[in-house]
């Protein structure tokens, strides 16, 4: 009676859990799923797991029926029976190492020919693109184009993407699940990966995580992957080259605190074309960052910004020891993103926040509580920084220097 009793008991929870299972599998959502790969190296690890799963049911099933039966057949014995003594079995011995051996060896050829195959050089002619990961953002160089951008990288469909994977500090780990691959990305030692996007698949966007963790904000370290048609690609790349200039354009004012990063200003490279960017509109949800601003950051409602005040304020700040900007000489920094073309990328902070004037903002004032952990330091004026436990006073930037920045950034697609 008590054994039934506990199962009633239990029987409420297990069709609770039942229930949760079954409406998460009948989902259709799964923007993060390894098992729709859009790529040959995701299709090889998918098709190496299908094989392990399969193998690894089967001898499962085996084993829990021989074990049931074992139970069902020798579940009474009489108190005063002794079993037969025996000093073992030479057959079943050799019987029971013969069967793993045999099983091993069906999982063991298809996975080393996998690690093969994925640890193989990339084919001649592959795009190459060197990736750092730092504490936390990702730095993306294209050397054969001199193009440096950070936590969001552009590959054309149908050609095989080689990326070489290195460290600035700690083990992270590269990892794009439905393009496939997860490769760590360790101090002084380079890894590499490649794969071809599907030439056949429309431009898409897609989600990148870090998959080691590297400290405070690991879980804030992410990344987007624009895969785009060649010729999308190529427009990219034009772009993305030509360095973040003024031109002669009048400079109007632009409300830091506005909704949207929507450039009120031309720039030498915007009069020659942009080049192609991913259009906003079409990111899928599931890959805008819907973060809110953390408590204790505000910012002057109203204020607007002028671009030319904002490229001299950040000219002259702290900004330029640790940010590059092509085609602004006093900005040669390296050890943060390069922020030539920061208005073209839909988001900041390594993914965290969508890319708008509001929230670069805020960024801009306190990045140390925007985001825990970050390297960069406290501008604003009279700002508490949580790191150095003080509140920042001399040389601290106000809310107009800040919104004139945000104003100069703003424009440099």
Request: hydrophobic content about 40%.
């Given at each position: 009676m008590k054994g039934t009793?506990?199962?009633?008991r239990l029987a409420?929870?297990?069709?609770?859990v039942l229930?949760?299972?079954?409406?998460?599998?009948?989902s259709?959502n799964?923007?993060?799923t390894?098992f729709s790969?859009h790529?040959e190296?995701?299709?090889?690890i998918?098709a190496?797991?299908?094989r392990?799963?399969?193998?690894?049911?089967?001898?499962?099933?085996?084993?829990?029926?021989?074990?049931?039966?074992?139970?069902?057949?020798?579940?009474?014995v009489d108190?005063d029976?002794?079993p037969p003594q025996?000093h073992?079995?030479t057959?079943l011995?050799?019987?029971?190492?013969?069967i793993?051996?045999?099983?091993l060896?069906?999982?063991?050829?298809?996975?080393?020919?996998t690690i093969?195959k994925t640890?193989?050089?990339?084919?001649?002619?592959s795009l190459?693109v060197?990736v750092?990961?730092?504490?936390w953002?990702?730095?993306?160089?294209?050397p054969e184009?001199?193009?440096?951008t950070?936590?969001?990288?552009?590959?054309?469909t149908?050609?095989?993407?080689n990326?070489?994977?290195r460290?600035?500090?700690?083990?992270?780990?590269?990892?794009?699940?439905?393009l496939?691959?997860k490769?760590?990305?360790?101090?002084n030692?380079t890894n590499f990966?490649?794969?071809?996007?599907?030439?056949?698949m429309?431009?898409?966007?897609?989600?990148g995580?870090?998959a080691?963790?590297?400290?405070t904000?690991?879980?804030n370290?992410?990344f987007?992957?624009?895969?785009?048609?060649?010729?999308?690609?190529?427009?990219w790349v034009a772009?993305q080259?030509?360095?973040a200039?003024?031109?002669?354009?009048?400079?109007?004012?632009?409300?830091a605190s506005a909704?949207?990063?929507?450039?009120q200003m031309?720039?030498?490279a915007a009069?020659e074309?942009?080049?192609f960017?991913?259009?906003?509109?079409?990111?899928p949800e599931?890959?805008?960052?819907?973060?809110?601003?953390?408590?204790?950051?505000?910012f002057t409602?109203?204020?607007t910004?002028?671009?030319?005040r904002g490229?001299?304020?950040f000219?002259?700040?702290?900004?330029?020891?640790c940010h590059a900007i092509?085609?602004?000489?006093?900005?040669m920094?390296t050890t943060?993103p390069?922020?030539t073309?920061?208005?073209s990328?839909s988001?900041?902070?390594?993914?965290?926040y969508p890319?708008?004037a509001?929230?670069l903002?805020?960024?801009?004032k306190n990045?140390?509580v925007?985001k825990?952990?970050?390297i960069m330091?406290?501008?604003?004026?009279?700002?508490?920084?949580?790191v150095?436990?003080?509140?920042v006073?001399t040389?601290g930037?106000?809310?107009?220097?800040?919104?004139d920045i945000?104003?100069y950034?703003s424009v440099?697609?």
């Amino acid at each position: 009676m008590k054994g039934t009793d506990r199962l009633r008991r239990l029987a409420p929870l297990a069709m609770t859990v039942l229930l949760a299972l079954a409406a998460g599998a009948c989902s259709g959502n799964h923007p993060n799923t390894t098992f729709s790969p859009h790529t040959e190296l995701g299709r090889d690890i998918d098709a190496l797991w299908n094989r392990l799963l399969l193998l690894g049911t089967i001898v499962f099933v085996l084993v829990e029926a021989a074990l049931v039966v074992v139970i069902l057949r020798y579940r009474h014995v009489d108190d005063d029976t002794r079993p037969p003594q025996t000093h073992g079995s030479t057959k079943l011995e050799i019987l029971w190492t013969l069967i793993p051996a045999i099983i091993l060896v069906f999982i063991a050829i298809p996975t080393v020919r996998t690690i093969f195959k994925t640890q193989a050089n990339s084919p001649h002619g592959s795009l190459n693109v060197e990736v750092t990961g730092h504490q936390w953002w990702w730095e993306f160089k294209y050397p054969e184009y001199g193009i440096t951008t950070a936590n969001e990288v552009y590959i054309p469909t149908g050609r095989t993407v080689n990326f070489t994977l290195r460290s600035a500090d700690v083990i992270h780990s590269f990892w794009t699940p439905q393009l496939g691959g997860k490769r760590d990305v360790v101090t002084n030692r380079t890894n590499f990966l490649w794969y071809t996007p599907d030439s056949a698949m429309e431009a898409s966007v897609w989600n990148g995580f870090c998959a080691e963790y590297c400290g405070t904000s690991h879980a804030n370290m992410k990344f987007r992957v624009f895969t785009v048609k060649p010729d999308q690609f190529a427009s990219w790349v034009a772009g993305q080259k030509r360095p973040a200039v003024f031109g002669a354009t009048p400079t109007p004012a632009q409300p830091a605190s506005a909704a949207s990063s929507t450039p009120q200003m031309m720039t030498a490279a915007a009069a020659e074309g942009e080049g192609f960017i991913f259009p906003r509109e079409k990111i899928p949800e599931w890959a805008v960052p819907h973060a809110g601003p953390p408590a204790g950051v505000t910012f002057t409602a109203g204020l607007t910004g002028n671009a030319h005040r904002g490229m001299e304020v950040f000219s002259g700040s702290a900004c330029i020891g640790c940010h590059a900007i092509a085609g602004n000489p006093a900005a040669m920094g390296t050890t943060a993103p390069n922020l030539t073309h920061i208005a073209s990328r839909s988001s900041i902070a390594a993914g965290l926040y969508p890319n708008t004037a509001a929230y670069l903002a805020l960024w801009i004032k306190n990045a140390r509580v925007m985001k825990p952990g970050v390297i960069m330091p406290t501008l604003g004026k009279d700002q508490y920084d949580p790191v150095l436990k003080t509140t920042v006073t001399t040389g601290g930037l106000t809310d107009q220097q800040i919104a004139d920045i945000v104003a100069y950034l703003s424009v440099l697609k």
